[in-house]
């Protein structure tokens, strides 16, 4: 079953949103709206503007306001893909040029900050100051995150709680703020919002985790990337820090490979299948499961409506997906 198959019935209002964001760069410069269109044109799972849906259906639903917030959600989303792809030096993207490889990451950058732009102007839409508050939140975090990555790159002396702060900045805080600010605008009461934004917050978390499961586990074919491109940009994710903890020869041929130079193509399949080997996926997706028990039970506090089984089988799509 496609993911698109759990909410069948927002199909139309997330079309909208698409629509929506074409006709927001429709009258940008040229090489803005081309950079900006082949983004959203590259597909995506949509998983914010759905989360910020569904959460809305717990309150006031109200698709011409919800439009706004779920617009404004995918742009800061497409924004973060455009700088990270920068930051490292990524020519594919969904099997497909970057920004950046298409043009250089001047473009890159600008398109970066013209989608940011374009989000807080879907915010100023709405006067309730908590719906601006939020949304300023998560930008700013998604910041923090990105430079403690940055920071963070091919430093090989990292815990388990560095790697969940980090993610919980750069991935969770998005999904978590997509939830509260559906409910928001939805004028959902305190309790429950408070319980979306838990939900979000732990799929967040499990969304992250996968990924960086699937860096080891899947093909380039589905990935639209190389594997294990995060070790190769010194990205140092969960499965390799309990790889290195475990096995103490692992880290010093890890450290030795890359103080060298970037690995052959053979190296890094050795070095991954060694990772593998370290039962350190193993241990991420206990870690993974862990979390997203964590998102059910909190659904379980929450009133039961259509939307909140929509909710639960999305996380556990989350969860058990392949690409």
């Known amino acids: 079953m496609k993911l698109i198959d759990h ?53 006031n639903y109200d698709t011409q306001a919800l439009k706004h917030i779920g617009v ?40 970066g900050d013209y989608m940011f732009g374009k989000a807080i102007a879907r915010v100023a839409n709405f006067e309730e100051v908590g719906i601006h508050e939020t949304m300023a939140w998560v930008m700013h975090e998604m910041a923090v995150g990105e430079i403690e990555q940055i920071r963070l790159q091919y430093e090989w002396e990292q815990n388990i709680r560095t790697y969940l702060r980090r993610i919980r900045r ?36 499990a969304f992250q985790i996968t990924d960086d499961i699937l860096d080891f586990t899947s093909s380039e074919e589905a990935l639209g990337k190389p594997a294990g491109g995060d070790l190769l940009q010194g990205n140092i994710t969960l499965p390799v820090i309990y790889a290195m903890e475990k096995d103490s020869a692992l880290k010093t041929e890890l450290l ?22 370290s039962g350190g996926v193993e241990y991420a997706r206990a870690i993974n499961n862990r979390y997203l028990n964590k998102a059910y039970q909190t659904l379980e506090t929450l ?21």
């Open 7 to 59: 909410y069948m019935y927002l199909r139309g209002d997330i079309h909208r949103i698409e629509k929506e964001m074409e006709q927001a760069v429709s009258k940008a410069h040229p090489v803005l709206q081309e950079a900006t269109l082949q983004l959203l044109q590259a597909g995506g799972k949509r998983i914010r503007p759905v989360f910020t849906l569904l959460s809305a259906k717990f309150g």
């Open 256 to 277: 030795q490979t890359f103080a060298e130079s970037l690995p052959s193509r053979e190296k890094m399949a050795h070095l991954l299948e060694q990772i593998k080997e």
């Open 72 to 111: 404004a959600l995918e742009f800061v989303h497409m924004a973060s893909l455009v700088h990270d792809d920068v930051i490292d030096n990524s020519d594919l993207r969904r099997g497909k040029l970057t920004v950046k490889a298409k043009w250089d990451n001047r473009v890159a950058m600008y398109t």
């Open 303 to 323: 009133p039961d409506i259509p939307a909140r089984r929509s909710l639960f089988e999305i996380a556990n799509y989350i969860g058990e997906r392949d690409h």
């Open 170 to 205: 750069k991935t969770a805080v998005l999904i978590a703020g997509s939830c509260k600010m559906g409910a928001q605008v939805a004028g959902v009461s305190p309790q429950v919002q408070k319980g979306l934004y838990q939900f979000g917050y732990y799929v967040g978390l």
